[in-house]
């Protein structure tokens, strides 16, 4: 047995549609094979794949960001702008990715925009922090936001472009502390060189909003401590924290992998709490400046699915479902935490660590794309501080130790007369009875959507594509307005919508 208690006076924040993003770069065949392939049969007038576009609709992906990743370190904006057939080749710079092909620049700043208007996704640009410049950091904001008649602006004229691009989130590098990275720095020396970029992007438009660098790894002697000093320095001239979060089951044990949802929820609270510290340190309390918010884009998250057949050096990664029921934890986690991340970008959109693959001219949709969906689809309005509890079990993990996790990982929004209710079982093969109470609001029943399948390796494939399955659950009433119970089936994600 469990139970969940719905008080519709318990808010946590509002739903960001934000949440609910993507990310593309040049690496494997994310771009290049993935997104833009002109030899496809699916192909359009602008060589991006009709399929493609139409199952990254489907995701209701918000917000996509580019060009990196680790290819911003060494991107030369001018080189992709211009005629397609004049733009320079130049090799592939980044270190952590030997053997790749070199950089075509076909895919540019307004092919990249183009293409979220497409998709119906907002641009979020990550600026060259490694081997670029202020300057040349600034004349990029220019070129897409610029209304005036200035050099660059005029440019993106020239190029068929006469209305701005509007290009509202700009990412100051990427990965700055990885010290292999190209342009690695220590984090008081990022801060200074990223406080310059800020100050020159949002002199050409002030209404953007700056991300900057924060880790890419959680660890009590680099990443919490990285985030700190950033913050400390930079809270005066950026709207958010970046930060990185990737999970893997290399160890091949289901309920350790399942712990997860605990290790993403205290790294999101480790953080938020790094940003208030380093506010709340420079600043007295009653500093005006304290009240300015920074809050945190997770702007790479996602799962390696890792095995001898499948390792983690390989980009273009199959997912089982026991993956696709970490990314709703992970969705769980960013809607209770939505108070603290505003921003997050699964990573990344096609064939590389991706939802969606592409095979010649076929299409396949993997595990991880269905809880990106279905929670895209359902939440919105705002994230309800609910009570939940249900039998738990122990396991570890290196940052935690020894911890107990529930079977049951759970989020809820509300908007309007709609409550959204979002559950995974983590049990591979118990049945859990859910007593649900609301109060605030009189309910009638409750419908749900299943992602189902036979075990928690079963993953889609090229040949078998619905090994997955989505299942519609029938209308379940509430007695007296306010309370039902709910059957949640092993090894499941369901989304039940509370009329």
Not at 12 to 26: A, P, W
Not at 292 to 311: F, G, L, Q
Request: proline share 4%; aromatic share 10%; charged share 25%.
């Amino acid at each position: 047995m469990a139970r969940v208690k719905i008080d519709l006076d318990r808010k946590i924040g509002k739903i960001e549609k934000t949440l609910f993003g993507s990310f593309i770069e040049q690496v494997a065949r994310s771009i290049y094979g993935g997104i833009y392939d002109p030899s496809s049969i699916h192909a359009d007038e602008d060589g991006f794949r009709k399929d493609v576009i139409e199952a990254i609709k489907n995701l209701n992906v918000s917000v996509l960001r580019w060009p990196g990743g680790h290819f911003a370190d060494t991107y030369r904006w001018k080189d992709g702008i211009g005629r397609q057939e004049s733009r320079p080749v130049r090799p592939n710079l980044v270190p952590h990715w030997p053997g790749h092909s070199p950089q075509r620049n076909i895919i540019g700043t307004d092919e990249y925009v183009r293409y979220c208007r497409k998709v119906g996704a907002e641009p979020y640009i990550v600026v060259n922090c490694s081997t670029g410049d202020a300057t040349e950091a600034a004349e990029w904001v220019e070129y897409c936001n610029g209304q005036e008649n200035t050099f660059w602006a005029n440019e993106r004229r020239k190029n068929g472009n006469e209305n701005p691009h509007a290009v509202r989130y700009w990412g100051l590098g990427n990965e700055i502390g990885i010290e292999s990275q190209v342009g690695y720095l220590p984090p008081a020396e990022y801060a200074l060189k990223a406080r310059d970029y800020a100050k020159l992007m949002r002199a050409v438009s002030p209404d953007i909003r700056i991300a900057a660098c924060g880790s890419h790894i959680w660890d009590r002697d680099w990443g919490i401590a990285w985030d700190f000093e950033v913050v400390r320095q930079l809270y005066r001239y950026v709207d958010l924290l970046a930060i990185h979060t990737y999970v893997n089951n290399d160890d091949d044990d289901f309920k350790k992998y399942m712990g997860f949802s605990n290790v993403i929820n205290r790294r999101i609270e480790n953080t938020a709490a790094a940003i208030q510290s380093a506010i709340a340190q420079t600043h007295g309390a009653d500093d005006p400046v304290i009240q300015r918010a920074v809050t945190i884009a997770m702007d790479e998250w996602c799962v390696y699915s890792c095995s001898k057949s499948n390792p983690s050096t390989n980009y273009e990664q199959s997912y089982t479902f026991e993956d696709a029921l970490v990314m709703a934890m992970y969705l769980n986690s960013y809607i209770n935490h939505c108070s603290a991340v505003t921003l997050a970008n699964g990573s990344e959109l096609v064939n590389c660590i991706a939802p969606i693959r592409t095979k010649g001219d076929k299409l396949l949709l993997q595990s991880i794309y269905y809880p990106m969906a279905m929670y895209a689809a359902a939440n919105s309005g705002e994230a309800l501080d609910i009570f939940c509890e249900s039998d738990d079990y122990e396991t570890s993990h290196k940052m935690l130790g020894k911890f107990r996790t529930a079977y049951l990982d759970m989020s809820c929004s509300h908007q309007g007369e709609t409550i959204v209710l979002n559950v995974v079982n983590k049990s591979a093969s118990e049945t859990i009875v859910l007593d649900v109470e609301v109060s605030g609001m009189a309910v009638r029943e409750a419908k749900g959507l299943r992602l189902t399948a036979d075990g928690p390796k079963a993953e889609n494939t090229f040949e078998n594509p619905g090994e997955i399955r989505r299942e519609s659950v029938a209308a379940i009433a509430f007695a007296n307005g306010r309370q039902t119970a709910l059957k949640i089936p092993p090894l499941s994600l369901t989304i039940f919508t509370i009329a």
